[in-house]
């Protein structure tokens, strides 16, 4: 079959063969009961066309089996040849849209307003059957061919820019848009393409070039006209420091509230309030929602990405709504596939992705990344990918594809990107047993985090908590205070409930390590039955985990230690195989297997270093007793467990121990 790094040779082709080859080529697809009215004598050539690897038959249709094979084929023709072939074929009955790509084709480059028009009208027909690569294809032929009708012009530009970022092109959408004419746009106009070039260059390059596109943009504009105004009020929420932007939006309120500016202008500013208050700390404003809602109903064409359902998708797990999130990522993504919209299919897979690991369902979280990556070709290749598949690698205990993951991102990357990097860096050590190695990793997410103004846990993937817990085993509990007592006052005023729950874990830890163990009870306590509303499946089995071992020496009374057997099984059957799921596990089954509530705090002490392989001498000298005391506490030991001997005893404990 030849290949496009070979070079076609017209003339060793039949006429005919050649003829179809060309025919196939002008129209890239061919149905197979359409082939003899638009391929004419020449249909009688496909099956050797076929057979000489030139074309394909897939799904009932004829296809080139090299496009660039068929490119040469195609331009053998003489340009009047061409152009007729694409004349007749524009006559031969072709759906709209492809008939207006036809007479595009036949006619030589140029504006033709007239010709505009008609790919307009088969661009918003492509449009509703929900075919964006033919519609964005339409769009630009559209723009190519306006001709002195300015407001035409500007129209289809920008229809042809929302379409290429619908189709995933969004470098090419914020290309288009930058090179408006951004003088001649109306506020409208100019508001809807500051909206689309922030979203578009977003996603392309990064916030950083987002801000230097636009910032271009507002200089070339003449300092007295009035789209100045709209690209200022825009940049004001684009900057690198979150509580910044969050300030500036605030104080603009009023005036962005007022009759001046437009329901999509003041829907745009209000997006951007949301998303910095979510990040600064501020949650999930329910009433920026609210007010979000009502401009989206005055505002046509809204992009989906922009609504309010996909701001509930992607953000409201963030601040702990994760089954909130759930349910409106899945109503989304069948409306973004209907509509063909890539861009979006693809950032929903990622969040769907987060939640099914915030949920305990891995092996979904896992179908989701693996489609995703079979959309873009990379699955880490955003901040929200890494997040979402570290976050998976970490629950699997697939600790090579974490090392992956992270290796995958630059050094050098964005801030956002850094804090997932840095994250997953320090959660894998902390999780792997290595704290003090895990802290400068976990203080620099929290510290390029707190330099950027993301206050909120959720987007630091919690690492505050992580770093609390690897300061308490380092000894250094006064610091681990510090930020059990910062993420309290997060909550305060709020009604969520897990920063609270998650300050009370920390100074569980911290009264275990100053040997408290009524404080540690109590709070051990106080957070297992808390636990229970927590919609982060994977954490909620960690902290059962914890608890079971802080009341390890407990003196419960029957009810108490039901109640907290019952709730680690519950969280235990919420989660898929995993590292939280083995470890509470192991957890559970000692924690039943040992019936606690017969040996002393002391007894217990005794027991660790028996199993452990201590011998009576070396017990005693870890504990500070005497020989004759351990033999005591052994003997006791004995018969309340009953059990005959010292080999009985290790091996009753040491499967739980191990």
Same mark, same amino acid.
């Given at each position: 079959?030849?290949?496009?790094?070979?070079?076609?040779?017209?003339?060793?082709?039949?006429?005919?063969?050649?003829?179809?080859?060309?025919?196939?080529?002008?129209?890239?697809?061919?149905?197979?009961?359409?082939?003899?009215?638009?391929?004419?004598?020449?249909?009688?050539?496909?099956?050797?066309?076929?057979?000489?690897?030139?074309?394909?038959?897939?799904?009932?249709?004829?296809?080139?089996?090299?496009?660039?094979?068929?490119?040469?084929?195609?331009?053998?023709?003489?340009?009047?040849?061409?152009?007729?072939?694409?004349?007749?074929?524009?006559?031969?009955?072709?759906?709209?849209?492809?008939?207006?790509?036809?007479?595009?084709?036949?006619?030589?480059?140029?504006?033709?307003?007239?010709?505009?028009?008609?790919?307009?009208?088969?661009?918003?027909?492509?449009?509703?059957?929900?075919?964006?690569?033919?519609?964005?294809?339409?769009?630009?032929?559209?723009?190519?061919?306006?001709?002195?009708?300015?407001?035409?012009?500007?129209?289809?530009?920008?229809?042809?820019?929302?379409?290429?970022?619908?189709?995933?092109?969004?470098?090419?959408?914020?290309?288009?848009?930058?090179?408006?004419?951004?003088?001649?746009?109306?506020?409208?106009?100019?508001?809807?393409?500051?909206?689309?070039?922030?979203?578009?260059?977003?996603?392309?390059?990064?916030?950083?070039?987002?801000?230097?596109?636009?910032?271009?943009?507002?200089?070339?504009?003449?300092?007295?006209?009035?789209?100045?105004?709209?690209?200022?009020?825009?940049?004001?929420?684009?900057?690198?420091?979150?509580?910044?932007?969050?300030?500036?939006?605030?104080?603009?309120?009023?005036?962005?509230?007022?009759?001046?500016?437009?329901?999509?202008?003041?829907?745009?500013?209000?997006?951007?309030?949301?998303?910095?208050?979510?990040?600064?700390?501020?949650?999930?404003?329910?009433?920026?929602?609210?007010?979000?809602?009502?401009?989206?109903?005055?505002?046509?064409?809204?992009?989906?990405?922009?609504?309010?359902?996909?701001?509930?998708?992607?953000?409201?797990?963030?601040?702990?709504?994760?089954?909130?999130?759930?349910?409106?990522?899945?109503?989304?993504?069948?409306?973004?596939?209907?509509?063909?919209?890539?861009?979006?299919?693809?950032?929903?897979?990622?969040?769907?992705?987060?939640?099914?690991?915030?949920?305990?369902?891995?092996?979904?979280?896992?179908?989701?990344?693996?489609?995703?990556?079979?959309?873009?070709?990379?699955?880490?290749?955003?901040?929200?990918?890494?997040?979402?598949?570290?976050?998976?690698?970490?629950?699997?205990?697939?600790?090579?594809?974490?090392?992956?993951?992270?290796?995958?991102?630059?050094?050098?990357?964005?801030?956002?990107?850094?804090?997932?990097?840095?994250?997953?860096?320090?959660?894998?050590?902390?999780?792997?047993?290595?704290?003090?190695?895990? =802290?400068?990793?976990?203080?620099?997410?929290?510290?390029?985090?707190?330099?950027?103004?993301?206050?909120?846990?959720?987007?630091?993937?919690?690492?505050?908590?992580?770093?609390?817990?690897?300061?308490?085993?380092?000894?250094?509990?006064?610091?681990?205070?510090?930020?059990?007592?910062?993420?309290?006052?997060?909550?305060?005023?709020?009604?969520?409930?897990?920063?609270?729950?998650?300050?009370?874990?920390?100074?569980?830890? =911290?009264?275990?390590?100053?040997?408290?163990?009524?404080?540690?009870?109590?709070?051990?306590?106080?957070?297992?039955?808390?636990?229970?509303?927590?919609?982060?499946?994977?954490?909620?089995?960690?902290?059962?985990?914890?608890?079971?071992?802080?009341?390890?020496?407990?003196?419960?009374?029957?009810?108490?230690?039901?109640?907290?057997?019952?709730?680690?099984?519950?969280?235990?059957?919420?989660?898929?195989?995993?590292?939280?799921?083995?470890?509470?596990?192991?957890?559970?089954?000692?924690?039943?297997?040992?019936?606690?509530?017969?040996?002393?705090?002391?007894?217990?002490?005794?027991?660790?270093?028996?199993?452990?392989?201590?011998?009576?001498?070396?017990?005693?000298?870890?504990?500070?007793?005497?020989?004759?005391?351990?033999?005591?506490?052994?003997?006791?030991?004995?018969?309340?467990?009953?059990?005959?001997?010292?080999?009985?005893?290790?091996?009753?404990?040491?499967?739980?121990?191990?």
């Amino acid at each position: 079959m030849p290949t496009s790094d070979d070079r076609l040779d017209p003339a060793a082709l039949d006429p005919g063969v050649l003829t179809a080859v060309q025919t196939v080529a002008a129209l890239d697809r061919v149905p197979v009961r359409d082939a003899p009215a638009l391929l004419g004598g020449a249909a009688r050539h496909v099956d050797a066309a076929v057979r000489a690897g030139l074309l394909v038959l897939e799904d009932g249709a004829l296809r080139p089996a090299d496009r660039d094979v068929a490119a040469q084929a195609l331009g053998a023709l003489p340009e009047d040849d061409r152009r007729a072939l694409h004349r007749r074929l524009a006559a031969a009955g072709l759906p709209p849209a492809q008939a207006a790509r036809q007479r595009d084709l036949a006619e030589p480059v140029g504006l033709d307003e007239t010709l505009a028009r008609e790919l307009e009208r088969a661009a918003f027909d492509a449009e509703r059957a929900g075919a964006v690569g033919v519609a964005l294809d339409l769009w630009t032929r559209a723009a190519a061919r306006s001709g002195d009708d300015r407001r035409a012009r500007i129209r289809r530009e920008l229809r042809l820019a929302a379409q290429a970022h619908v189709a995933g092109r969004s470098e090419q959408a914020a290309t288009v848009l930058e090179a408006l004419d951004w003088p001649a746009l109306d506020r409208d106009e100019a508001e809807q393409a500051a909206d689309l070039l922030i979203s578009a260059a977003y996603k392309s390059s990064g916030q950083s070039a987002t801000r230097q596109r636009l910032e271009r943009v507002h200089d070339a504009l003449p300092a007295d006209h009035p789209n100045r105004e709209v690209t200022a009020v825009y940049l004001a929420g684009i900057g690198e420091h979150f509580g910044e932007v969050r300030a500036r939006l605030e104080r603009a309120l009023p005036e962005l509230r007022s009759d001046r500016f437009s329901p999509g202008f003041q829907r745009a500013a209000l997006s951007r309030l949301l998303y910095a208050t979510l990040l600064t700390g501020g949650g999930f404003d329910e009433g920026l929602l609210a007010e979000l809602g009502a401009l989206e109903a005055q505002v046509p064409d809204l992009l989906l990405e922009d609504t309010v359902a996909s701001k509930r998708a992607m953000y409201a797990h963030v601040a702990d709504r994760v089954e909130e999130s759930d349910r409106a990522i899945a109503a989304l993504l069948v409306e973004a596939r209907v509509a063909g919209d890539a861009v979006l299919t693809r950032t929903l897979l990622v969040h769907a992705a987060q939640v099914d690991v915030l949920l305990g369902r891995f092996a979904s979280a896992a179908r989701r990344l693996e489609e995703r990556a079979a959309l873009s070709g990379d699955v880490h290749a955003t901040p929200a990918a890494l997040r979402a598949a570290g976050l998976l690698a970490l629950e699997r205990g697939d600790f090579d594809e974490v090392v992956r993951a992270v290796g995958s991102t630059p050094s050098d990357t964005a801030s956002m990107g850094r804090i997932a990097r840095s994250a997953l860096q320090g959660l894998l050590l902390a999780r792997t047993g290595s704290p003090a190695a895990a =802290i400068p990793h976990l203080e620099d997410a929290v510290d390029t985090a707190e330099r950027i103004g993301v206050r909120e846990p959720g987007r630091r993937l919690w690492v505050d908590v992580d770093l609390a817990r690897a300061r308490v085993l380092q000894g250094d509990v006064d610091r681990a205070g510090a930020i059990a007592a910062s993420i309290r006052r997060l909550g305060e005023g709020t009604t969520r409930r897990l920063p609270a729950l998650q300050a009370d874990r920390i100074e569980a830890w =911290i009264a275990d390590a100053r040997d408290r163990p009524r404080d540690r009870a109590d709070r051990a306590l106080a957070v297992l039955r808390a636990s229970s509303a927590m919609e982060w499946v994977p954490e909620r089995a960690r902290v059962s985990s914890e608890v079971l071992h802080l009341l390890r020496d407990a003196d419960l009374d029957e009810e108490t230690r039901s109640e907290v057997t019952s709730t680690a099984r519950s969280a235990l059957g919420l989660i898929e195989d995993g590292t939280a799921r083995r470890a509470l596990a192991a957890d559970l089954e000692r924690w039943e297997e040992a019936d606690l509530r017969l040996l002393t705090p002391a007894e217990r002490r005794v027991t660790d270093g028996v199993v452990a392989g201590l011998s009576n001498k070396e017990v005693a000298e870890r504990l500070h007793l005497s020989i004759r005391t351990v033999e005591s506490h052994l003997r006791s030991i004995f018969v309340k467990l009953d059990v005959p001997s010292r080999s009985r005893l290790v091996a009753r404990f040491a499967r739980s121990q191990g």
